[in-house]
C-alpha cells in the first residue's frame, strides 16, 4: 500500500539552528514528492518537489530536502531555523494508481522555532 | 505565479441552509481543481477531484450529494455544501493543479465553515 508518514508530531529547534523534518514514504515505481508548509488558519504553500534528477532539492524559504531512495525518505531541511519558519509541514506523495495525480498525505509535522 | 483564491474566506450559517465557496486561479488555467477538509491538528482529508467540464470525482464516503461540485470553467470550481449541519463546520480548502506530467498543486488560503 502506498502510504508517507512523518513520525514527529512536533519538532522544535533553537532559532539559527539547522533542522530536519522527516518523511518516510512507501510507494510502487518512481515517488513524485512534495512538501507543503501551513500557517495558522491559512491554505497551504507549496515549498518544493522531487520528481527526477539531482537528490537535493531547492525550494522556497531557504528549505532543501534531499531524497534518499534506498532509504525511502525525503526529509526537509534548513541549515539556520529562523521564528518565523513556525508552521505547519505536510509531506506528500503522488498517488500513482489515481489519474489526476492526486496525493497522498503525511499527518503533518508541528515546528515549533524557539527565539 | 500560481496564485489560488477562496471566497468567502469564513462564513457563519445556521443549520439547513446551503454555502457556496468559490476556488479561482487567478493567473493559470487549471485543468483539475481538488477540494479537502481539515479538521483542526488532522491532515488534509481529500473529498472530491474536479476536472473541467466533466462531474467530479468523489473520495470514499463523501456525500455527492451534500457537497456539490461544479467545475465550469478552466478558473472556476465551486463547492456548495447542501443543508449543512453542525457536524459539516470545518476548514475547507481547495487546490488547483497546473497540469502536466508534473503535476503541483496550490492551494487556495481555506474557508472556515460554522454551521449553528
Known amino acids: 500500500a502506498q502510504s508517507v508518514a512523518q513520525p514527529e508530531d512536533q519538532v522544535n529547534v533553537a532559532e539559527g539552528n539547522p533542522l530536519t523534518v522527516k518523511c518516510t514514504y512507501s510507494?510502487?515505481?518512481?515517488?513524485?514528492l512534495f512538501w507543503y508548509v501551513q500557517y495558522p488558519n491559512r491554505g497551504l504553500q507549496f515549498l518544493l518537489k522531487?520528481?527526477?534528477?539531482d537528490n537535493l532539492v531547492k525550494g522556497s524559504y531557504g528549505f532543501e530536502a534531499e531524497f534518499n531512495k534506498s532509504q525511502t525518505s525525503f526529509h526537509l531541511k534548513k541549515p539556520s531555523a529562523l521564528v518565523s519558519d513556525s508552521a505547519l509541514y505536510f509531506c506528500?506523495?503522488?498517488?500513482?494508481?489515481?489519474?489526476?495525480?492526486?496525493?497522498?498525505w503525511g499527518a503533518g509535522t508541528k515546528l515549533i522555532i524557539k527565539p | 505565479g500560481a496564485v489560488v483564491s477562496q471566497h468567502p474566506s469564513w462564513v457563519i450559517c445556521k443549520s439547513g441552509t446551503s454555502v457556496k465557496i468559490e476556488c479561482r486561479s487567478l493567473d493559470f488555467q487549471a485543468t483539475t481543481m481538488f477540494w479537502y477538509r481539515q479538521f483542526p491538528k488532522q491532515s488534509l482529508m481529500l473529498m472530491a477531484t474536479s476536472n473541467e467540464g466533466s462531474k467530479a470525482t468523489y473520495e470514499q464516503g463523501v456525500e455527492k450529494d451534500k457537497f456539490l461540485i461544479n467545475h465550469a470553467s478552466l478558473t472556476l470550481s465551486t463547492l456548495t455544501v447542501t443543508s449543512a449541519h453542525p457536524e459539516d463546520s470545518s476548514f475547507y480548502i481547495c487546490?488547483?493543479?497546473?497540469?502536466?506530467?508534473?503535476?503541483?498543486?496550490?492551494f487556495g488560503p481555506g474557508t472556515r465553515l460554522l454551521v449553528l
Open positions: 487546490s488547483a493543479g497546473t497540469g502536466g506530467g508534473q503535476e503541483t498543486q496550490y
Open positions: 506528500a506523495v503522488r498517488d500513482i494508481r489515481r489519474s489526476n495525480y492526486q496525493l497522498i
Open positions: 510507494v510502487s515505481g518512481n515517488p513524485y
Open positions: 522531487y520528481i527526477t534528477g
